[in-house]
T-cell receptor
Framework: KAGVTQTPRYLIKTRGQQVTLSCSPISGHRSVSWYQQTPGQGLQFLFEYFSETQRNKGNFPGRFSGRQFSNSRSEMNVSTLELGDSALYLC???????????????FGPGTRLTVL | QKEVEQNSGPLSVPEGAIASLNCTYSDRGSQSFFWYRQYSGKSPELIMSIYSNGDKEDGRFTAQLNKASQYVSLLIRDSQPSDSATYLCAVNRRYGGATNKLIFGTGTLLAVQP
């Protein structure tokens, strides 16, 4: 079974631009979560989508948004990029079935975003 | 107090030794606990999950959970140089019983010396 895929793998943007990152979950997985990883802050939760609905959101400004499509694929968008948005953006998927207490998230390879 | 705390290391152990990685968490409502391994420049890879008090073994890895002490640990037996990586402890908090949100520690850098 194929793992979580993310595109693009690397991205260079300039301040003020916007960017869209894509994530395809493992087949059969219905939940997609996004995380930001930086050397200073570590891994931080951005948001989670399930059945095309955002179920949970981390403490990030409104410039960070996302969506999920009917096939569970997800995109996240960052508008008006700032230098501090340079990070590894990770997508993780999980089955999100009835056994929620054992639901396990599997990470994709990430998108390395550099803001100049 | 951070929600999930780990010693950042580096933890240096000789090849063949047991590496012991520790993690504490603050939210008593946490229900599931995970250890991920992350090599430099790569994404986190799931090593172990544990949900009940006690030990869970998988090959050279043993996860231990003590909910009363709010403590999770990972033991790596017969450590190999290929185990050298950052080990991330993650705790899954549930909101309304239906959502996922992994809270990560800052990770412990493990260095296995040949």
């Amino acid at each position: 079974k194929a793992g979580v895929t993310q595109t693009p793998r690397y991205l260079i943007k300039t301040r003020g631009q916007q960017v869209t990152l894509s994530c395809s979950p493992i087949s059969g997985h219905r939940s997609v979560s996004w995380y930001q990883q930086t050397p200073g802050q570590g891994l931080q939760f951005l948001f989670e989508y399930f059945s095309e609905t955002q179920r949970n959101k981390g403490n990030f400004p409104g410039r960070f948004s996302g969506r999920q499509f009917s096939n569970s694929r997800s995109e996240m968008n960052v508008s008006t990029l700032e230098l501090g948005d340079s990070a590894l953006y990770l997508c993780a998927s999980s089955i999100a079935g009835t056994q929620l207490n054992t639901d396990t998230q599997y990470f994709g390879p990430g998108t390395r975003l550099t803001v100049l | 107090q951070k929600e999930v705390e780990q010693n950042s290391g580096p933890l240096s152990v000789p090849e063949g030794a047991i590496a012991s990685l520790n993690c504490t968490y603050s939210d008593r409502g946490s229900q599931s606990f995970f250890w991920y391994r992350q090599y430099s420049g790569k994404s986190p890879e799931l090593i172990m999950s544990i949900y009940s008090n006690g030990d869970k073994e998988d090959g050279r890895f043993t996860a231990q959970l003590n909910k009363a002490s709010q403590y999770v640990s990972l033991l790596i037996r017969d450590s190999q140089p290929s185990d050298s990586a950052t080990y991330l402890c993650a705790v899954n908090r549930r909101y309304g019983g239906a959502t996922n949100k992994l809270i990560f520690g800052t990770g412990t850098l493990l260095a296995v010396q040949p």
